[in-house]
């Protein structure tokens, strides 16, 4: 197989690992693990390499400072020398991965393979996963409560509606043990997705999921937690505090562990040179990543400016 080709692997295949690899997996067994401090990103098929992208791995690297760092999937742009420079300096592990064609015997539109894939992966071998539009502010080790002791199986992070309700959650960020039971039936769902709207499965079916296992003195309390206050926040309708100067006083940047850019929104692409002087909290997050003193807190209220 061709180093820059996707794996051969069917979707049958993928189920079948996936089975053999976690059946044997008690809740007992599960009960006395910790989530591992491995890091997982999927790099899409004709997907451009930005420097956004680096900024989200440094972050990576310099504060959750993970064992390992795989990126899974095929064509990597390994021509791009932002992208070398990223597999030099983090030490990248490029891991071939299927392409997703096909969950189980159910067809996949091109924007629902990554969904899949990053269930997948995060199944079989546990951590963290994040999109490359994600800054990580905090360590997942250090911060108190940790995240990662393994009192809960998966870790997962909301997304709110305009009335700050919960609506559902998100995939844009995963934290699990390795054949944590919640994700396992979140990726079989996925056999319905032809008989469901397709577009609730990353978000509206965890959200359900979590739900109907969320109710008091539950039993299965320890399957899955939703980390309201310090995962992905502001969400994507207060996007404005994250791609505007309002932000930077508008929102409490205290207790963010990790804040989704939602970059698809934000339509600016900066370089190495112009991030020294950006002044809105992208730029601000983007210079702590790259310059600041790791040793201290990130502070909202600093501009970082070299």
Not at 56 to 80: C, D, Q, R, W
Not at 100 to 107: L, N, V
Request: glycine share 4%; charged share 20%; proline share 5%.
């Amino acid at each position: 197989m061709s180093f820059n080709q996707p794996s051969p692997d069917s979707a049958n295949d993928a189920w079948d690992h996936l089975y053999q690899t976690c059946s044997p997996m008690t809740r007992e067994y599960l009960r006395g693990c910790p989530i591992p401090n491995a890091y997982h990103t999927i790099f899409i098929d004709g997907m451009n390499f930005s420097f956004h992208h680096y900024v989200s791995l440094k972050s990576v690297h310099s504060i959750l400072k993970p064992f390992a760092m795989y990126i899974h999937g095929y064509s990597f742009p390994t021509e791009n020398l932002l992208f070398q420079k990223a597999v030099k300096a983090f030490n990248l592990t490029l891991v071939p991965a299927r392409k997703a064609e096909k969950a189980f015997h159910i067809d996949l539109q091109t924007d629902e393979q990554s969904d899949v894939l990053r269930l997948e992966i995060n199944a079989l071998y546990g951590g963290i996963y994040s999109d490359l539009d994600v800054f990580w502010l905090k360590s997942m080790t250090h911060e108190e409560p940790s995240l990662l002791r393994g009192q809960y199986e998966m870790v997962l992070a909301p997304r709110f509606n305009k009335t700050n309700h919960r609506t559902s959650l998100t995939n844009v960020i995963l934290v699990n043990k390795r054949c944590a039971r919640f994700i396992q039936d979140w990726y079989k769902f996925y056999t319905l997705l032809a008989d469901a709207p397709r577009k609730d499965f990353p978000t509206v079916l965890p959200q359900t999921m979590w739900q109907s296992l969320a109710s008091e003195n539950s039993t299965a309390s320890d399957l899955v937690h939703v980390e309201v206050e310090r995962l992905q926040q502001p969400d994507v309708t207060l996007k404005q505090f994250i791609h505007t100067p309002k932000g930077i006083k508008s929102w409490k940047w205290g207790k963010s562990i990790a804040c989704n850019l939602f970059y698809d929104k934000y339509q600016k692409n900066h370089t190495f040179d112009d991030i020294k002087v950006v002044n809105n909290p992208i730029g601000r997050m983007a210079r702590y990543i790259l310059w600041g003193d790791k040793t201290k807190a990130f502070d909202m209220n600093k501009d970082y400016f070299l």
